[in-house]
């Protein structure tokens, strides 16, 4: 028995060296496989690749991995796979855009939780635009380098609500033009005057109303719809109607 035990120790420090030592338990290649749109992929790969030479043990009991990519904030999870014993692929899923906007020429994209996604091009160029939200007139305070204020993700999602709820079947620019003047750009042609965000549900019931029993050839001649004056709205077209 006491032969047994020996052997056993023996293996067992015989294991624990090997695991220790040998070069296939420390990481050797670490490459990211995804294309992300919003991630800085130079600058995630660089910080990636201060991790070689650790080992694996270390790597996953520490959650150096996690810890690393916890500094890039638009990607919401992400995977990993072995191509070797020491060899990681990983891949990126990103968060996704919700509302787009334009603050003082930078595009940028904010998600259903808040987080800011910075985009490098222009919004035109974004290439999956369906059911992103665009508002033109956010302020750098309402925009913060990482995520948006509780509040402000609270009324985002309330005005979205409201706009999907009256227009569903309309594509919506909502546009601020002063510092408490906002209008909302119709079809990409129908300019409506909301005046500050407030009564949002009273002014769409009208709007809403009227149009609905707009003829189709009316619509396509609408020029803008005032909504600002209390229970009424004042309507414009930019031809004559026969």
Known sequence: MGKIKLYSIVFAFLITGFLCLSPIFYLNKITITTKP???DLNLCQSSLNTLLGKHLLH???FNLID??????PEIKSYTIRFTSFNRILISLNERQPWISSIIDGNSIFIDKDGYILSY???LSSYPIK???FIIKGLLNNDVPQTIISPYMLTQLKDYTALF????PQHNLFLERVHNRFWQLILDDSIVIFLGDLSNLANKFERINYFLNQLPSNDYKNLDYIDSRIDNKLLVTYEKKRQ
């Open 130 to 132: 369906n059911n992103i």
């Open 37 to 39: 749109l919003f991630v």
């Open 164 to 167: 999907k709820r009256y227009f």
């Open 59 to 61: 790597l996953f009991i």
């Open 120 to 122: 490098k091009h222009s």
């Open 67 to 72: 810890k690393t990519l916890h500094d890039f």
